[in-house]
């Protein structure tokens, strides 16, 4: 739906920008370091003082784990959603920021596409269950980086840039395959009786 609302407002057209500001947060560095990765890091801090270091944090593992267990123990768990739903469009539009700096336009078609598969392989690469439960932020950070190492692989071996998404989608199935309830390691290694 946010793609097809950028397409609307920018026509289908690439819309490039000339500013100081945008031109400095995507090329410029920090100690050595590319700011985008400085903004990253920053975002990756605060996204777990968040999580690790208030009550919110526990309230979110709380509903992830039971929803109806902690609707029970009194949580606002939509409120709870809500907030969830939040810092990730902030996580969002900080992202979109940094592509939108680094490409310094903004083109609805065709940037950050199939990013959202990316995440997804990112978290469950972390350890995180499709089904809800504990997460690990840093762990995701390292299936993040896994992926871009894969992303980076793929394209230096000479395969084709489709090969990645058809072997990100072959991951996702078999994890979901592995964490399924009904198919899971513990049942296929059982010894029969």
């Known amino acids: 739906a946010g793609r097809g609302i950028a397409q609307l407002i920018t026509e289908g057209q690439i819309v490039t920008f000339d500013s100081g500001g945008l031109a400095t947060l995507g090329s410029s560095t920090l100690m050595y370091l590319p700011m985008s990765v400085v903004i990253a890091c920053s975002m990756l801090i605060l996204v777990w003082l968040l999580t690790r270091k208030t009550a919110l944090g526990l309230f979110i593992e709380s509903v992830g784990i039971n929803l109806r267990s902690a609707r029970n123990a009194g949580v606002s768990t939509r409120l709870v959603l809500i907030a969830v739903y939040v810092i990730c469009g902030v996580c ?60 980076t692989g793929i394209l230096l071996s000479g395969y ?18 592995v964490q399924s309830p009904m198919i899971s390691l513990s049942h296929l290694f059982q010894r029969r009786k």
Do not use: C, H, Y
Not at 111 to 124: F, N
Not at 160 to 177: D, R
């Open 92 to 151: 969002a539009a900080v992202a979109g920021i940094i592509v939108t700096a680094d490409i310094r336009g903004a083109d609805a078609n065709n940037a950050g596409l199939w990013l959202e598969l990316d995440a997804i392989l990112a978290v469950v690469i972390g350890g995180a269950s499709l089904m809800g439960g504990r997460f690990n932020l840093l762990l995701s950070v390292i299936g993040a980086l896994i992926i871009q190492g894969m992303n």
């Open 160 to 177: 084709q840039p489709e090969f990645n998404l058809v072997l990100k989608a072959i991951v996702v199935l078999a994890v979901l395959v």
